[in-house]
């Protein structure tokens, strides 16, 4: 059975950094690309960012491009996300994606399994 | 940036009801376009991939439709287990972009 857990979340000043975790089990972690998507409380769900299986590619929304880093530990199945220069406008929770194509080097852009997400909150 | 709208915001139906959902998107997307329901407190689940093909273990009930800038989700007869708000996202290019969502409600 797919799982993927995310933590890290919690409360952070505008200004601020965190890095976010997702644990993956239940599939071949290094032949499927990753994505972040978040959603703000009570709003539409935003992509944040994508990660190859082979962890040369990524693509990042231009809202977090340049304050956010994602990365993967393909020994450990865990997907990352380094949030830096954090603004109120984070503030959402994050949701760890499996993308649906089996590739180490390819994604079909969009998502098959998501975890439960965490909470980010970007307040003074 | 392709721009996708979902139609109508928010909907009233019942159980049994045939319902249909719209997206639109401001560009072709050709058929890549994907439907997803998410329930209160819940993630999102793939419904619909590739604008018309089911998801594995997803009621025969939902389907979809369209090409290019136009789709429909329909779910021929709702069930109680169907109030949920629908997101259609489009997987043509980065970056990726969701419509706002459609609140099924009673």
């Known amino acids: 059975e797919v799982q993927l857990v995310e933590s890290g979340g919690g409360v952070v000043q505008p200004g601020g950094s965190l890095r976010l975790s997702c644990g993956a089990s239940?599939?071949?972690?290094?032949?499927?690309?990753m994505h972040w998507v978040r959603q703000a409380p009570g709003k539409g769900l935003e992509w944040v960012s994508l990660?190859?299986?082979?962890?040369?590619?990524?693509y990042y929304a231009d809202s977090v491009k340049g304050r956010f880093t994602i990365s993967r530990d393909n020994s450990k199945n865990s997907l990352y996300l380094q949030m830096d220069s954090l603004t109120i406008e984070d503030t959402a929770f994050y949701y760890c994606?499996?993308?649906?194509?089996?590739?180490?080097?390819?994604?079909?852009?969009?998502?098959?399994?998501w975890g439960q997400g965490t909470l980010l909150t970007v307040s003074s | 940036d392709i721009q996708m709208t979902q139609s109508p915001s928010s909907l009233s139906a019942s159980v049994g009801d045939r319902v249909t959902l719209t997206c639109r998107a401001s560009?072709?997307?050709?058929?890549?376009l994907n439907w997803y329901q998410q329930k209160s407190g819940t993630p999102p689940r793939l419904l619909i991939y590739?604008?018309?093909n089911l998801q594995s273990g997803v009621p025969s009930r939902f389907s979809g439709s369209g090409s290019g800038t136009d789709f429909t989700l329909t779910i021929s007869s709702l069930q109680p287990e169907d109030f949920a708000t629908y997101h259609c996202?489009?997987?043509?290019?980065?970056?990726?972009?969701f419509g706002g969502g459609t609140k099924v409600e009673i």
């Open positions: 990660l190859s299986g082979d962890g040369e590619r990524t």
């Open positions: 996202q489009q997987s043509y290019r980065t970056p990726l972009t």
């Open positions: 994606a499996k993308d649906i194509k089996k590739s180490r080097s390819w994604y079909d852009f969009y998502f098959d399994y």
């Open positions: 590739g604008a018309f």
């Open positions: 560009q072709s997307v050709f058929n890549y």
């Open positions: 239940g599939f071949s972690f290094d032949d499927y690309a």
